[in-house]
C-alpha cells in the first residue's frame, strides 16, 4: 500500500514540475529558469523536486518521454500501420503537445523532442514487425525509420512554427502524398 501511495505522490509533483516548468517557460527563458523557482511555482520544495528529477532537463525528459509514449500509444490502437495512419497519430500526438512544443521552439530545445523519439525506435521498429504494409524489408529497416522520422521531424518542425493550421489528418495526407514520391 506505501509503495502505491508514493508512486502516485511521485508521480503528481513530476506532473506539478512539468506545469510549473511550462508556466514558468511563458515568461522566462528555459535558461534562466532556477530549481528553486520552479520547485516553489510547483508548490514543492527542493528535496522534492531531487527525490524526482536531478536536473531542469530531467523534467523536460519526463514530459518528452510521455509525449513519446501518447504516439506510440496511438500507434498500438490502429489495427495496421499505414503512412496515413502513422502520420495521423504523430500529428494528433503534437497537436496535442502543441503548447509545450512551441515553448521548446522558443527556446531552442525543439531538437529535444527528436533525441527523445529516436530512443524510441528500436521500440517503433519492433511494431512496424508486426503490423507490415509492405513485404520490402528496406521499407521496415532501422534506416527507414530514421529517414521517416527525418521527415516527419521536419514537416513538424514547420507545422508548429506556422501556428499548427492544418488539422492532423490535413498534415497526415501530406505525408502520404510526398511518401507516394519517395516509395
Known amino acids: ?13 513530476k506532473e506539478w514540475l512539468v506545469k510549473a516548468l511550462q508556466i514558468l517557460m511563458k515568461t522566462k527563458n ?3 529558469i532556477t530549481i528553486k523557482e520552479l520547485a516553489q511555482k510547483a508548490g514543492v520544495d527542493r528535496k522534492t523536486f531531487y527525490r524526482n528529477f536531478k536536473s531542469k532537463e530531467d523534467v523536460l525528459r ?33 497537436k496535442q503537445h502543441s503548447d509545450f512544443l512551441i515553448l521548446l521552439d522558443k ?23 508486426d503490423k507490415r504494409i509492405d513485404d520490402n524489408p528496406v521499407y521496415y529497416s532501422e ?34 502524398t510526398l511518401m507516394s514520391y519517395s516509395i
Open 107 to 129: 527556446n531552442n530545445l525543439l531538437p529535444l523532442l527528436l533525441i527523445a523519439f529516436d530512443d524510441y525506435l528500436p521500440m517503433l521498429h519492433e511494431m512496424f514487425e
Open 62 to 94: 519526463f514530459y518528452l518521454d510521455r509525449t513519446c509514449q501518447d504516439y506510440i500509444d496511438r500507434l498500438n490502437k490502429e489495427h495496421k500501420l499505414t503512412t496515413l495512419s502513422i502520420a495521423k497519430a504523430f500529428f494528433s500526438t503534437c
Open 1 to 13: 500500500m506505501g509503495n502505491k501511495s508514493n508512486s502516485f505522490l511521485s508521480l503528481q509533483s
Open 30 to 32: 528555459y535558461s534562466d
Open 143 to 176: 534506416y527507414a525509420l530514421s529517414f521517416f522520422t527525418g521527415g516527419f521531424w521536419n514537416i513538424s518542425i514547420k507545422w508548429i512554427r506556422r501556428g499548427g493550421n492544418e488539422t492532423p489528418e490535413e498534415m497526415a495526407q501530406i505525408v502520404e
